[in-house]
């Protein structure tokens, strides 16, 4: 396992160790031990998510205000463009993100530590995406902050307007948006 810094600390590009060959692939997708030497963070992840999305669908910006998760996230089929923004009010990079492709072919997983809103959007047919996360999803803590909002200026590659949850188009403006201290 390899892992690449973004221009956000913290939040980190994994490229995993695959083996091919005209059989096919393996690789790990998480090691515990390994993690733990490269990033300094022993994580216990508690939950495994899993969603299948059509072309064009954008979830997100979430998070959830208490119980904060860490999450690692990887497309298993298809392709998305993941967006973690920083919402950490003491952070030197606060309201930036990182966008970064993800796919079942590049195999590449984003590490998203706690006090990021979270979001992607589908650029294949379909996609399945996977993550992990270090704590229990809340819904009375999980918040929303609109995909749109022109103060995160996220580049989303739009073709058209994408597909999103009522939750989504409720979400709130930046402005005003719970934060992390």
């Known amino acids: 396992m390899k892992l690449n810094q973004t221009a956000i600390p913290g939040l980190l590009i994994v490229e995993p160790k695959v083996f091919g060959d005209d059989r096919g692939f393996f690789f790990e997708s998480f090691n515990r031990r390994s993690f733990a030497e490269l990033t300094g963070r022993d ?9 299948h999305s059509v072309q064009n669908v954008l979830r997100g910006m979430h998070y959830q205000i208490r119980h904060p998760q860490a999450k690692l996230v990887r497309v298993v089929q298809g392709a998305v463009l993941d967006v973690a923004v920083d919402i950490r009010k003491s952070s030197p990079t606060f309201g930036r993100h990182v966008a970064v492709e993800l796919s079942a072919e590049n195999k590449l997983m984003i590490w998203i530590p706690e006090g990021f809103a979270h979001g992607f959007r589908v650029l294949s047919e379909t996609a399945e995406v996977l993550y992990k996360t270090t704590d229990y999803w809340y819904p009375e803590h999980e918040r929303c902050i609109r995909w749109d909002d022109p103060a995160l200026a996220i580049d989303w590659k739009l073709q058209a307007a994408p597909m999103v949850s009522g939750k989504d188009a409720q979400g709130k403006s930046m402005n005003a948006a719970e934060f992390f201290a």
């Open 43 to 51: 994580v216990d992840f508690v939950q495994d998510n899993h969603s």
